[in-house]
């Protein structure tokens, strides 16, 4: 729940991780139907959470796209339902305008445009140009895998669980991360785009050339594991903001935005404040509960839909691949 865009009332996740856990990864009919479980006690305590009542509400906001379509589906009927009962507007957001407005629910947080915003995620990872308010212009992007799908297969292939960031981002502190120099792929038509899928397969070949059993208990992860994620962190990074400073040198924006839950990486946030620093630029980084996935950051983004004059027909339709900039 959030009052002009800017106050986060509530903020309720229901996490599926442990869930998904079990099999190494989301499973997209698994999801849906949990989502469909747990969307009304969620939104029920949201509400009171807020000390909220239907009636008060100005509009209702809703992911339509992209994502996986089991969930988006419950998530459209159910806020149409809402909409339509209390007779309220309701407006269609997108899941990455949401990442890119989560800065603004950080009390006090104006940023300044045009701002340049890295998103990474688990679905995503793109670089964007905000020229105005909900001007969203999309720069580049990954050619294959998100930055968080290759932190979470290097982790599935050492035997370190589901999701594979916040592991590998434990591991690796205190290890070496020069022990291994992994290269990135680096793509040459001037695009400020992304590859990761050519990383993930230097840690499989080596994994496998070197025989390195999966590791039962990551807590008690040996050397060479810790030694190679931290390489690969260090690997994935460094990609990341090369691009992000090759980007702001070229479109000179006045601010840099870091989002996304692979945004809640420390090694990501360290280097990248140093980079904002050396650019002489702001940085705005949403705090962790607002990195990952969470329904705040779509009302911060729907407020500014709705001020936009957004508004979705009874017949809005959640799109897998809804496209943004
Ligand atoms: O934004 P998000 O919550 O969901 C998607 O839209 O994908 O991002 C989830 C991704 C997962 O791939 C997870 O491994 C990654 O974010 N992640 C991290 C960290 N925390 C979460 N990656 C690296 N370091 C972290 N500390
Ligand atoms: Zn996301």
New binding site residues.
Partial sequence: MVEDGRRVLSNVVSSQAALHAVYGGVVPEVAARHHLENICPVIAKAMSDAGMTYPELDAVAVTQGPGLVGALLVGVQVAKGIAFVHRKPLVPVH?IAG?LEAPSLARGAEVPLPALALVV????TSLFEMAGRGEYRLLGRTRDD?A??A??KVAKLLGLGY????V??RLSEGADDQAHEFTIARIKDGRPDFSFSGVKTAVLYYVRREGIAPVADPAAAPKEVRDLVASFQRAVVTALLRKLEQTARTRRPRSLILT???A???R?RADAARLAEDLGLPLFVPPIAL???NAAMIGAAGQVAFEQGRRAGWDLDADPHLPLG
Avoid at 121 to 124: C, F, L, V, Y
Wanted: no cysteine; glycine share 26%.
């Fill in positions: 899941h990442h995620s688990g679905g995503h998100a968080g799908e932190f979470d999701p594979g960031g916040p590998i981002d996304g839950g692979v809640a990486n420390r990501l990195s990952t996935d």
